[in-house]
Structure formats: structure tokens, C-alpha cells
């Protein structure tokens, strides 16, 4: 049973560029979380969905940031207009569809930089 | 400041000791879970504990929550090299939205094992 998959794991950008971040839960999890991680920093919560469904987006910036979790495919992570604050670790996670209250499984991280 | 702050920051101990992290957090919590992260990778989940339950054990792990001193160690016996690495405590909130729908992480406690 694959784990919770993540690509691309380096991403380089530059400036105003966009930045597209996949994720694919672990089979049979229908929650997935994102989350961010600056240098030397915990993790930092985005933005929750369910399957065509964006459940809590408070932890997203209000502009250039949006997330997807369409019925088929992975979910997605887009960054438009990059800047280098945006520079940091990508984490997604999964949980069975049981209830946001258990573990979260996570991917190996996306790494962004912006130059 | 954050739910879930972890200390020490950093400990450094000899291989076979045993290495105990503590962890606070502010508001009333549904669960409380433990994760390792090494350098530059993902996170790897150790141990869940319910807001209903005080202590935990899972081969060398041995986790306690006191819900009255919004508190948790994690204590890891006769240590290894291997442990080196950071490790966080997560929280998730009771109640829904607002961010609680995603688990609040503190920033860590670097543990290293010297051989």
C-alpha cells in the first residue's frame, strides 16, 4: 500500500512564475491536509479538503493561493505570481475517511524555491 | 503563541540514555500526536493520544498527557543514533474551522544521539 505521494519533490521557480504542487492520498483516504514549512519552523496548517469539497482554508494566504481536491486525480497546491517568501517546504497529508480526528499520514514534502 | 510548544529546543544526549521532550498547549484539544521528522524529510507519525487517555507506549515510546497542565512528554528509551532527529508535537483542536480542522504544530526539540 503506496503512501501518501508527492511531486514534484524540488520545485524551482522564479519570480511571478506559477508553481503547481500535486498530492495523492493514501488509498482509500478521502481527507487531505496541506501544510507549510518554513526554515527551522513547525508546520504550519493551510487548508483541508474532502473530495470536490475545500472544508477549512483559514491557514491559506487570501491571494495568489488556491487548493483542489477534484473527484479524480490528486489534490492540488497552486501558487500563482511566486515570490521568495513563498520559499519553503510543501507537506500534504491524508486520513481515512473514519474522521479528521485520527493520524495523518504525510508525503515527503514538495520543496519549493523561488529565485 | 501557538498551541503546542515544544522544550527543550535542542537536547543532546549519549547513545542509551533515555531522552525526554515536553510539549504545552493552550486550548481544549481532541488529541495529541507525536512526529519525527530527519533532515530534510517528511514527517513520520510515532504515537496518538486522545484528550480521554494519559499515557501511551509503543515499543521505546512512551507518551503521557495531562489535560489539567495542557501538557505532554515524550520519552524515548535506552536511545540510538538512530533517533537523532527533530521531533514535534501536533494538537487538533475540538472544535471545527478556523484552522482547527488541521493539526497545530509547534516548532520542535532537536534531539541528538552521540554514539
Known amino acids: 500500500n503506496a503512501g501518501v505521494m508527492q511531486n514534484p519533490r524540488h520545485l524551482v521557480r522564479r519570480r511571478g512564475q506559477e508553481a503547481r504542487l500535486r498530492c495523492s492520498p493514501m488509498?482509500?483516504?478521502?481527507?487531505v491536509y496541506w501544510y507549510r514549512q518554513l526554515p527551522e519552523e513547525g508546520l504550519k496548517f493551510m487548508v483541508y479538503?474532502?473530495?470536490?469539497?475545500?472544508?477549512?482554508e483559514s491557514g491559506m494566504p487570501k491571494e495568489r493561493f488556491s487548493a483542489e481536491f477534484p473527484k479524480e486525480g490528486p489534490s492540488i497546491l497552486r501558487i500563482q505570481q511566486v515570490v521568495r517568501g513563498d520559499s519553503a517546504a510543501y507537506f500534504c497529508?491524508?486520513?481515512?475517511?473514519?474522521?479528521?480526528?485520527?493520524?495523518?499520514?504525510f508525503g515527503p514534502g514538495t520543496r519549493l524555491t523561488v529565485l | 503563541s501557538q498551541q503546542g510548544e515544544e522544550d527543550p529546543q535542542a537536547l543532546s544526549i549519549q547513545e542509551g540514555e533515555n531522552a525526554t521532550m515536553n510539549c504545552s498547549y493552550k486550548?481544549?484539544?481532541?488529541?495529541l500526536q507525536w512526529y519525527r521528522q530527519n533532515s530534510g524529510r517528511g514527517l513520520v507519525h510515532l504515537i496518538l493520544?486522545?484528550?480521554?487517555?494519559r499515557e501511551k507506549h509503543s515499543g521505546r515510546l512512551r507518551v503521557t498527557l495531562d489535560t489539567s497542565k495542557k501538557s505532554s512528554s515524550l520519552l524515548i528509551t535506552a536511545s540510538r543514533a538512530a533517533d537523532t532527529a527533530s521531533y514535534f508535537c501536533?494538537?487538533?483542536?475540538?472544535?471545527?474551522?478556523?484552522?482547527?480542522?488541521?493539526?497545530?504544530f509547534g516548532k520542535g526539540t532537536h534531539l541528538i544521539i552521540q554514539p
Open positions: 486550548t481544549s484539544i481532541n488529541n
Open positions: 479538503l474532502q473530495k470536490e469539497n475545500i472544508i477549512d
Open positions: 501536533a494538537t487538533h483542536y475540538m472544535y471545527s474551522g478556523g484552522g482547527a480542522d488541521g493539526l497545530t
Open positions: 493520544i486522545r484528550s480521554n487517555e
Open positions: 488509498k482509500g483516504h478521502s481527507h
Open positions: 497529508a491524508s486520513s481515512p475517511p473514519a474522521g479528521k480526528y485520527n493520524e495523518q499520514f
